[in-house]
């Protein structure tokens, strides 16, 4: 059984002796001794939703030191928080970070629940969110599965049914596992040894506290779990984008709709995206008439469900060019701090050099 080594000591006593020697030092985490932020647990853990932590630091320690409390959060425009947002992916969080710091300044007097339930009422989190936080912020017993977790869990246990399919039983033994002291430093022991320890491929199995537990490891097959079933391949999906850059630099940009990939961020203008070779006639959706270039090759961004190969076009275009319905002329010294994507970040360095 994996719950009771030869030490004697259950996993969870393993796990928490290991972090209390090797727990990594993180701009959002408390040190040993300090209580933690709420504002800063919930704000670190949206951004790692779906992002790595090396991606998030840089834009952590920007939003602390803009906004210090979650009451100036709510009280930032919209358009600053998209605009400090710009380059981290996944845009609906951005929006639903304002909100959430609107209803927790507004409602709940700038305090954050600590219960599990009042949490994920709020918007933008979720389950794993709200366990991570009542266990991080609050030293909940929380069950906290993510990723990681069920890295750690499918091989400690050597769980054979695939993923998705074996979350709830991953979650099960997630549960056993748990403990009821310390349940915030265990939720981040995990996250810490599944990032450094236990990691997808080639796992330390020679540095690991869960060593002498871990069933995978018994049987020499660490790295084949968690057992995953393969995914039917994403088609590459096309269109194209049109710079037009105007005799003083200004750059051609409309804003896409709040609702949907990339919401509320600025773009250049373009065709829609379409599974299959690119457009058979761009030339009709062109913003403005100009004498087009074809930059090459394409520019290739990968989002979560799908490839995108986007072909550039550019056009220079003289000072008194009007800009057409929806779209306006975006200064060049005012390129560097708009809301951006990373996608059309890359269009840009593309046409612009
Ligand atoms: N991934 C998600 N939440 C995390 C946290 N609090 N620390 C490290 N990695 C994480």
């Known amino acids: ?71 100036e959060l709510a009280a930032a425009p919209i358009e600053e928080v998209m605009r400090a947002w710009a380059g981290l992916g996944y845009y609906s969080r951005a929006r639903n970070l304002h909100r959430c710091a609107g209803i927790v300044a507004g409602d709940h007097a700038g305090r954050f629940p600590a219960e599990e339930a009042a949490l994920r009422a709020l918007p933008g989190i979720g389950a794993y969110t709200a366990a991570a936080i009542a266990a991080i912020a609050f030293d909940r017993r929380a069950v906290v599965v993510d990723g990681n977790v069920e890295r750690v869990v499918s091989r400690l246990f050597r769980v054979e049914q695939a993923l998705p399919a074996a979350k709830p039983a991953i979650r099960a033994l997630a549960d056993g596992l748990t403990p009821d002291g310390r349940p915030g430093d265990f939720a981040q022991a995990m996250m810490d040894l599944g990032a450094t320890v236990c990691t997808p491929r080639r796992p330390a199995c020679g540095s690991c506290p869960l060593a002498a537990p871990c069933q995978a490891r018994a049987a020499g097959d660490a ?6 079933t393969p995914r039917a391949g994403r088609p590459v999906r096309t269109g194209v984008t049109f710079v037009a850059i105007r005799a003083d630099g200004a750059v051609l940009v409309r804003t896409r709709p709040p609702k949907g990939l990339l919401g509320g961020l600025v773009e250049t203008p373009g065709t829609a995206w379409h599974a299959g070779p690119p457009p058979a006639e761009p030339l009709a959706e062109v913003p403005l008439p100009a004498a087009w270039e074809v930059l090459d090759p394409p520019v290739r961004h990968v989002f979560t469900h799908f490839p995108l190969d986007l072909a550039v076009w550019r056009a220079h275009v003289p000072k008194g060019t009007p800009a057409p319905p929806g779209h306006r002329w975006l200064p060049a010294a005012e390129i560097g701090a708009e809301a951006f994507s990373t996608l059309h970040r890359k269009v840009l360095r593309l046409a612009l050099g």
């Open 1 to 71: 059984m994996a719950d009771r080594p030869a030490s004697g000591q259950t996993p969870a006593a393993l796990l928490l002796g290991w972090y209390d020697r090797h727990r990594r030092v993180l701009p959002w985490r408390a040190l040993p001794g300090e209580t933690p932020d709420p504002y800063r647990v919930w704000l670190s853990e949206i951004m790692l939703q779906q992002t790595t932590v090396q991606a998030v630091g840089g834009y952590f320690r920007d939003f602390v030191s803009r906004w210090p409390t979650v009451g």
């Open 223 to 228: 790295e084949g779990f968690p057992r995953k």
